[in-house]
């Protein structure tokens, strides 16, 4: 099937959260995942595994061939890892718990660059740590690091850092300067650093630099997660992979109870191998499904005369819209209310989300083109342009 003849109901019949949440009447662009048929060869190998009853415990990393198409799937990205250094987890959140519970000293706090995924500083709470929020700053056209932020965080004893990249919610892409800047800081105050690059294959102008690949150091000092579930549009699936480019860390992952580690699916590993294998032509076809829906957002946006709000993301199927200037106390409750369309809220991605949503822009255009209408009208009333709207008071 091709991906602009999948429908809503396709996805409505999929039975899961994406469209399982809201009434029919609401348009939800919250939950990151692909309104999009997914691609046939993996149908084909869980249909196959689904034949087999492949329902049994999974086969561990050592007897698996996994390892290894992953680590050659990682080098076509840049990121350099022999197999044995290559370990599969259920999900990424739980690699990255378990990433802060074992490869960081006792009780220290984690910073973590926002605004960024939410299930992040879940994972840290998790952790029973603190977490030290360094925000970016966002300019009119791009998203600034502030390094001495970040340094601050790491000199106040964050002994670790989550570095999102390409970044949930945004779609930004750290530029080389940007990894260089944040793996000297990190090597001079002897911290690790995780890298979620779980986005990296979803990316549309600019190149994507792999955080381990920036120098040596930042090599020995961090661990990348990754997976074939954002991508490839399999997050329930339950297949995760870590790069452990220092093999002393594969050595402590080895010593992990085995309990904190569990849940992987031999369907998530069948449909990874099979996603990193043969889901190239399908990745290539939905980016530029993407590239066009964002284009679309943009225009649509732009045409309202608000297409100030938003920073096209390099990255990402997910748009970071500045809802500052609408004078709300709650942008997504008032778009929901208003507009019948769901947003993320902004405060969930960092305290610097606040008076921002993000939306996932996944969905069928048509879709998309709906939801930009309602959102656009009602946003419009809360400009000179329209009038207020009862109920809703200045923030
Ligand atoms: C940056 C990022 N990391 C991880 C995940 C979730 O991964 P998993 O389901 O493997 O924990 C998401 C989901 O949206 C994400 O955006």
Redesign the pocket.
Known sequence: MKISDWTLDDSRARGCKRWGVYPQSTIDLTV?EMDFPVAEPILAAVRDAVGRQAFGYPIPDADSALPEICSRWLAGQGVNVPSRQVRLVS????GLTNAIRYFTAPATPVAVITPT?S??LDAITAAERLIYQVPMTRMSDHYELDLDALENAFKNGAGSLIL?NPV?PTGHVFTRQELAAISGIAERYRVRVFA?E??APVRYDRTFIPYSSVDTQAAQHSIT?T?A??AWNI?GLRC?FIAFTNEADNRTWELIPRAAKGGISPLGMVATEAALTEGGPWLTEAIDVLRDNRDALTDALAQSGLGHIVIPPDATYLAWLDMREFDLADAARYLRDVASVATTPGGEHGAVGSGFVRVNFATPRAVLLEALDRMTTALLKRTTRGGAVSGYEVA
């Open positions: 990151a999900d990424i959140i739980k995924y299930r992040f999102c949930n979620d779980v986005h997660f997976s579930s954002k997050p995760a």
